[in-house]
Structures are given as C-alpha cells and as structure tokens.
C-alpha cells in the first residue's frame, strides 16, 4: 500500500492545515462528479483513506510509529505493544466487527403498598426505553437497501501494510477508518433511526410482582431492557422494590405488627375485638386482666413468604387506655370498686421500659 504522505503528496512534517489544504485540493480534482474515470475513482479512495488516517492524531500517531518509530524516542509500552504495533491488535485481526451488540440494562423502582406485597400484585409499567426501529428493523438501511462492502478494506475491516523494523518488513493491521472496521458502509441510512437501528420510545411492561418482596428486592426480567444497536439483543430490566409505609401496620421479616388500644373495662371484664386486618377482618379474643403490652398473635395472618410456604403471624400489641374524663357517677363508682378492692399502695419496684419499648422487645422475640 502506498505511504499516505506520498499519497497526499506532503511531508512527514506538515501540520493538520496543510494535510486538510492538500486532501481538499486532491479531492475537488478527482471527485468522480468531476472525474469519472474509473483510475480516477481509485485515486479518490486512497485519497481519502490517507486522509481519515492522517486527520486523526492517535491514527496518525499508530502510522508515524509503525513507519519509523523503531525501539527509539517513541517508545513502546512493553512486548504487548511491539506485537500490536508490528503485527495488529489481537481480535480485530480476524475480521470485521459486527454493528450488533447487546443492548444497556436499566434499573426502575417500583413502590407497592403492604397490602400488594401479602398475596403479590400485577403492575403494566410505563418505561422509556430504546426499541428496535419499526421501520428498517434494526437494520439500519432505509428499507430496500442493504449495506454495501467497504472498498478500502475489501470487507475485512481491517486495513494492513508492509512497514519496516528492527525485524525487517513487517505487515501491520489497523482497523479501517472508513469503515470503522465494520467491514461495510451503510450508504442509505435509515432516516427514523438514523442508521442506528434503534429509536427512544414509551412501551408499557408488565410485571406480577411476587408476594413476600421487601424494600431493596430486586427483580430482574431478562430481554425487557433497551435494544441493541443494529438489531441487536435486548438487556435485562431489573425491578427495585420499595414498599410504602402503612398508616396501621407496620412489617417484621414476615410478621405484621399492629398496636390495638382497650379501653379498661374490657381489659379488666376480657372482650372479643374485631380488627380490619390488610386482608380482611381478624377476631382477636383479650382474656380478662389482659395488660398493657401484651401481645397477641393471629397464626398465619402474616405476609407470604417469598422464598417458602405459608405466611407469617399477626402480631396485635395491647395498649389498655385509662379515661382522663369522667362523670361524677362514673367516679363513684370506680371509688367504690377501689374501695372494695383495697388494692396495695403505690410503690417503686423494679424499672420498666414505656410501652412502645415492651412491645417491641416482645414482638421481635
């Protein structure tokens, strides 16, 4: 292959000015709409190939090393760079690279409430997203066109030439510049997507949340994430569950805590409560005496397991309310129960945690 400067017809030493002058100059000379010729045709390929290479410094850098750099003042990295100098970079020399790759992943929170997470729900979620392209199908082409081979490299995406070295001459393998190493050009791109294969759309997917999920669970759905260029393979979406805080109950690993106030009467007398459970009414017997910080536990009226069988418990704590305003009959007549009862006087005895506190400790053991 020719030396690109030669081509160009400036020397080793002109600036980027003087290699754009000397390309425009070439170019408007041999362009096939003024040139038809089919030499001519040759001429502008090599024209304009030396000058994608000595347009771009690194390319030009890589070139000016491969041509004269030697073991000299450019210097070399270790034996992995003399080997991708002197005979091209690993994988890019068994051909072209393919315009398809694997699409991004992406990540969505999705909050639930705790009456979803008992039994699971279904959610249809809104996601904005990359999508095939519906009108070339991902092949980047206007329809009715294809791709075409790359006349430089002649479809290998690769592009090679003969330098000398310490080793003698030596062929060398960069990756096409005018290709970009693809191997073809897409001369008709597509004009929806832009010859990306791909466009930005809002597509609706649904989920069966399962039941049992906590705040910080992740759920992943394999191919339902962005789509890849060029047609490529789709991503995965993963789902981070967050799960909204209950007026009413609140949640322990696969338990439901709850907090039931008494009035005393019916903590001295016992009583049968009625509770409006997440998932339908729960009756909870109070046995006579019942105090506070009590608890009381409903098998199985807990959240489902996620990763088991069964659900777990409802725990109800009991917090017996004093009443702060009485009627003077109400009054004597608690007088006279106390007088009857002749209950011990105050005294300290031994320091209790408050109520919340007790009921924590005897929820959680």
Same mark, same amino acid.
């Given at each position: 292959?020719?030396?690109?400067?030669?081509?160009?017809g400036?020397?080793?030493?002109a600036?980027?000015?003087?290699?754009?002058k000397?390309?425009?100059?070439?170019?408007?000379e041999l362009h096939?709409?003024?040139n038809?010729?089919?030499?001519?045709?040759?001429?502008?390929k090599?024209?304009?190939?030396a000058y994608d290479?000595?347009?771009?410094?690194k390319?030009?850098?890589?070139?000016d090393?491969?041509?004269?750099g030697?073991?000299?003042?450019?210097?070399?990295?270790?034996?992995?760079?003399?080997?991708?100098?002197?005979?091209?970079?690993?994988q890019?020399?068994?051909?072209?690279?393919?315009?398809?790759?694997r699409?991004?992943?992406?990540?969505i929170?999705v909050?639930v409430?705790?009456?979803?997470?008992?039994?699971?729900?279904?959610r249809?979620?809104?996601v904005?997203?990359?999508?095939?392209?519906?009108?070339?199908?991902?092949?980047?082409?206007q329809?009715?066109?294809?791709p075409v081979?790359?006349?430089?490299?002649r479809?290998?995406?690769q592009i090679?030439?003969?330098?000398?070295?310490?080793?003698?001459?030596?062929m060398?393998?960069s990756?096409?510049?005018?290709?970009?190493?693809y191997?073809?050009?897409?001369a008709?791109?597509? %004009? $929806?997507?832009?010859?990306q !294969?791909r466009? /930005?759309? #809002?597509?609706?997917?649904?989920? @069966?949340?399962?039941? =049992? &999920?906590?705040?910080?669970?992740?759920?992943?759905m394999?191919g339902?994430?962005?789509?890849?260029?060029?047609?490529?393979?789709?991503?995965d979406?993963?789902?981070?569950?967050k799960v909204?805080?209950?007026?009413?109950?609140?949640?322990?690993?696969d338990?439901?805590?709850?907090?039931?106030?008494?009035a005393?009467?019916?903590?001295?007398?016992g009583?049968?409560?009625t509770?409006?459970?997440?998932?339908g009414?729960?009756?909870?017997?109070?046995k006579?005496?019942v105090?506070?910080?009590?608890? %009381? $536990?409903?098998?199985?009226? !807990?959240?489902? /397991?996620? #990763?088991?069988n069964?659900?777990g @418990?409802?725990?109800? =704590? &009991?917090?017996v309310?004093t009443?702060?305003?009485?009627?003077s009959?109400?009054?004597?007549?608690i007088?006279?129960?106390?007088?009857s009862k002749?209950?011990?006087?105050p005294?300290?005895t031994?320091?209790?945690?408050?109520l919340?506190?007790?009921l924590?400790?005897?929820?959680?053991g």
């Amino acid at each position: 292959m020719a030396d690109h400067y030669e081509v160009l017809g400036v020397s080793r030493e002109a600036t980027p000015d003087e290699i754009k002058k000397a390309y425009r100059r070439l170019a408007r000379e041999l362009h096939p709409d003024v040139n038809p010729g089919a030499e001519a045709s040759e001429r502008f390929k090599e024209v304009t190939h030396a000058y994608d290479v000595l347009s771009d410094p690194k390319q030009r850098q890589q070139y000016d090393l491969g041509d004269q750099g030697g073991f000299g003042g450019q210097g070399f990295g270790g034996f992995g760079d003399i080997f991708e100098t002197f005979f091209g970079a690993g994988q890019q020399t068994r051909g072209p690279r393919s315009r398809r790759e694997r699409g991004q992943d992406a990540l969505i929170r999705v909050e639930v409430g705790l009456d979803e997470v008992i039994f699971g729900t279904h959610r249809d979620i809104e996601v904005d997203t990359a999508v095939r392209c519906e009108t070339c199908q991902g092949s980047c082409c206007q329809p009715g066109t294809s791709p075409v081979t790359c006349d430089i490299c002649r479809g290998s995406g690769q592009i090679q030439r003969q330098v000398r070295s310490l080793l003698g001459n030596v062929m060398t393998s960069s990756p096409c510049g005018t290709c970009r190493g693809y191997g073809t050009i897409i001369a008709t791109p597509c %004009v $929806t997507c832009q010859g990306q !294969g791909r466009v /930005r759309a #809002r597509r609706t997917v649904p989920v @069966d949340i399962p039941a =049992g &999920v906590d705040t910080g669970v992740r759920l992943q759905m394999p191919g339902s994430g962005e789509a890849g260029p060029a047609g490529g393979a789709n991503g995965d979406l993963y789902l981070e569950i967050k799960v909204k805080n209950h007026d009413v109950f609140s949640r322990n690993g696969d338990d439901l805590l709850a907090t039931l106030e008494v009035a005393m009467t019916d903590a001295i007398l016992g009583t049968t409560a009625t509770i409006h459970a997440l998932d339908g009414d729960v009756e909870v017997e109070l046995k006579p005496g019942v105090q506070s910080g009590e608890v %009381v $536990t409903v098998r199985d009226r !807990g959240v489902t /397991r996620l #990763r088991g069988n069964g659900r777990g @418990d409802l725990k109800v =704590g &009991v917090q017996v309310v004093t009443p702060t305003k009485l009627s003077s009959k109400e009054r004597d007549l608690i007088s006279q129960f106390a007088a009857s009862k002749k209950s011990p006087a105050p005294e300290l005895t031994h320091f209790q945690q408050g109520l919340f506190a007790r009921l924590r400790d005897r929820f959680l053991g």
